[in-house]
């Protein structure tokens, strides 16, 4: 059991990451700087980041984490970023017309951190009304966009690199299923490693914003200007669903559409699996049965639901219209981006419950996608199936495999225990809803309760009913929110960081 | 792994329990004399339960049955009490008025098998109409009843008696904790178990229907006269729901609904419990950790649903109204009864939905209960824990205790898989309905498929908006309706029995 936990270290690496963090806030600084707009809210959020981050930094000297600091670094991390993260949020507050979202108020100031949060979590639920859209500055929504390609960016160095092993289950098969550990061999420096994943996402990242913008040039997409280009590139890689309009992809033309949907899907990719493509090596994707699943996951749903559309009479569409709107809205909530090509809240409930259910199953692992993952649903059927062989056959030892590998009981026990943990939680989040909205009298249904709760716990972005895709989460009591914004956190980092600081046996030796 | 399974004996045993479904049957068969109406239908079936019965019961001698018979006579026995019980409700369809649910058309075929199976699996959903209710012969009604009493015996003869190793997880730790082995040890023999478990079932039976009389008697309830009384006291302690009342226990008096409750608490408490308070050993229950986590829902979740109903602005009623209701309605979807004593479907959206929240809870394992069972909840809850401890000092080993014994972690394991199953099934379940809603045009919203649903494969009863309980599920199309037929059916025998048999590894070698 050893030594008490080394809270200094774990706050010393968090204080670098907050340092650095100066730097991406320097882009929606210069944007302001050039539109003309007050660049104060940057300026204040830069200030507060360096000299948090310095002050954090220089509590210890050790930087080699254990299991138990590693935890708390996430955790202490994805929270002070989203903390700075707000300050552009809550200073645009200062002074706003009643219409903002953002004010000085307590409930101002709950959306300023739920906007962060929801940014750097990757979720994508917004608070933002229709009048914040049209007059808040490009560089406020420019910051909106880039705190969740940071987070898409920190999940995967989480997912991949160092903490690669704190994360429940998934890790150890992901290497097995992908073979990481030649990787590794190949590369055997965290550096490398996280350098190689960097080079990845930011390469995707201009590949789409250069797509993006191409079809601007070619007079495809009017409205797709060089800052949507980018805004778009930066929250489809990170499958994380901000959209400076306040209608989403739908704004776009369907070709925009089309080209967004490839960028979703790579984001949801194991990004071993695309440095592998990279390399040439196409036969490692068309191997990996987590990948199989996923693209089979996402075939069916959306035909299941363009099928549903097609047959539905008060659902006009041609069959592009019927397959898109299917496979679009399929993918963006498959692969937890969240973004909508139309208001499928308007959808007949048929559709609108299979988007539902889509919102659990997730991408692959080692991807920047959230919820609960491809590889822990193939593993939890497969154990599925062997339980019932095992409860006819009791004596028979048969071990799970995956690809060419076993995977030990151990992992099993905790993937189920990790797949069950999160949908309970989920409940137990539906029901705090339902029960808020009773004391503070707020108009929810229930469907609306599980439906954003999900989205929210799920890191999704938008919702059912009132909080859909083309409305906000501002509905919701100040309490709800509050509590929301603690849910988006604790399920991008995937729960078990946070809970163990709840346990005495953390904090004790 | 041995030889083929032996279905023969499988069927055999089936049978003989087929055969001795005559007694039940001419229960109803005298009533009907009695009240001059046409006994057919039940004549019809008892010829058929016994001819069929005989048949299966000479295809072998063997009554030695291994795990796979076991499996298959669980799930056969269900099968065909369920297909002989829907002979008599598809007889009144014979040339019954077209008010009535049960005619010879498909639909009303499938709705004579869905009361039958809804009946015996002691679900308590129903699809009579409001005319069904007034019209159908008092024999037909206590059928309804008779049927789900029997329901309740089976479930707790396969729980407790012979097979209770082939429930997952639940018996082994039933018998911990309430060490079984002890009674085992001073009742060695199956007949006497299976005879005490009929003595403590009929006894409280009896002791119901003589409480509901007396209350009659003393002329505190002017309509439970003694056909009401005996009904009610059949379906409240086998925890099944239904009642000859269109408007279920709301029915009655306030005092009668404070009497029913603690017998649908009793119904799904452990019968070994109540064994031993039948035998003045008070501690037992109160040294349960399961007892009094199950007690510790009703009263948690009835107190926050009736503070709902006290604030909430457009629900009227006193003190004792508000405390009933939640109380009643708590304890009747915990336990799994299905009884309402208002409709809680015009409640506000928080106390709905906490409603069917506690639907997935249950009551005992041991007992008449449906659902996941709060003893799978526990051990589930304390494996979590666990979790959290071993996620930060992976090298340490805890056992996970109840009560004083060690739970082994292949239970654990089993548990998690179960509770998992459940809720994978009931979530494939709702995407059929609202699926299949949408193929037949049917009006269903998102809520109404997940509630309706959740009720069915849980075996609970009645569930929200047009099904809920002051309606019925006949408006659900008949492809739905069959496919719930299967799903109560697969609910009420643990899930396991049933798959196996769709597994090849069952009936090869
Ligand atoms: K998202
Ligand atoms: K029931």
Chains 1, 2 share one sequence.
């Not at 017309?97 to 101002?108: K, L, N, R």
């Not at 409205?223 to 776009?252: C, I, K, R, Y």
């Not at 100040?478 to 991008?492: D, F, H, L, S």
Request: hydrophobic share 50%; aromatic share 10%.
């Amino acid at each position: 059991m050893g030594i008490r936990v080394d809270w200094r270290s774990s706050c010393s690496l968090t204080g670098t990451v907050l340092k650095w963090l100066a730097v991406p806030l320097a882009v929606p600084l210069v944007l302001a700087v050039f539109d003309g707009d007050g660049p104060l809210a940057f300026v204040a959020a830069i200030v507060a980041t360096v000299v948090v981050g310095i002050a954090l930094e220089r509590l210890s000297d050790d930087r080699d984490l254990g299991q138990r600091e590693a935890f708390l670094m996430v955790a202490l991390t994805w929270f002070g970023v989203a903390a700075i993260g707000s300050i552009p949020f809550a200073l645009v507050g200062l002074g706003a017309p009643s219409a903002s979202a953002f004010s000085t108020s307590v409930g101002g100031l709950v959306n300023a951190a739920f906007e962060s949060t929801s940014g750097l979590t990757t979720t994508g639920a917004t608070v933002m009304s229709g009048w914040d859209f049209e007059n808040q500055s490009r560089a406020i929504l420019l910051w909106r966009q880039l705190i969740q390609w940071l987070g898409g960016l920190g999940i995967l160095i989480v997912a991949i690199g160092l903490l690669s092993n704190l994360m429940v289950g998934g890790a150890q098969l992901m290497e097995t299923e992908t073979q990481t550990r030649n990787v590794r061999k190949l590369r055997p420096h965290l550096d490398e490693t996280a350098r190689l994943i960097w080079g990845l996402y930011v390469g995707l990242t201009a590949l789409a914003a250069g797509t993006f913008y191409a079809l601007h040039l070619l007079g495809a997409a009017p409205n797709m200007d060089l800052f949507n280009a980018v805004s778009h590139a930066l929250t489809s890689v990170a499958t994380a669903g901000f959209s400076p309009e306040p209608e989403s992809v739908g704004a776009f033309e369907p070709i925009v559409q089309w080209a967004v949907m490839p960028f979703m899907i790579l984001g949801a990719t194991n990004f071993v699996l695309l440095y592998y493509i990279t390399q040439g090596d196409i036969r490692q994707p068309l191997q990996s049965e987590e990948f199989r699943f996923y693209v089979g996951v996402l075939v069916s749903l959306s035909a299941l639901i363009a099928a549903i559309l097609w047959i539905d009479p008060a659902t006009d569409g041609t069959l592009e219209q019927t397959v898109r709107h299917g496979l679009f809205n399929v993918v963006s909530l498959v692969t937890t981006t969240g973004y909508a090509s139309t208001d499928f809240g308007l959808w007949p409930a048929g559709a609108t419950y299979l988007l539902f259910f889509s919102m659990f199953i997730g991408g692959m692992a080692g991807s920047t996608t959230c919820s609960i993952k491809s590889l822990r649903w193939l593993v939890t059927l497969k154990a599925f199936r062997r339980n019932l062989f095992t409860s006819i056959h009791p004596e028979a030892v048969r071990p799970l495999r995956l690809g060419n590998t076993v995977v030990d009981e151990e992992t099993i026990r905790d993937i189920y225990a990790y797949v069950l943990l999160a949908i309970v939680i989920f409940f137990l989040l539906t029901v705090f809803v339902v029960v808020d909205a009773a004391r503070a009298s707020t108009a929810v249904t229930e469907f609306e309760a599980i439906g954003a709760s999900a989205s929210i716990f799920l890191n999704i972005g938008p919702a059912f009913g009132q909080f859909g895709p083309m409305d906000n989460y501002a509905g919701f009591s100040t309490a709800t929110r509050t509590v929301m914004i603690v849910m988006m956190w604790i399920g991008r980092i995937e729960i078990i960081p946070v809970l163990v600081l709840l346990t005495p046996a953390f904090w004790k030796s």
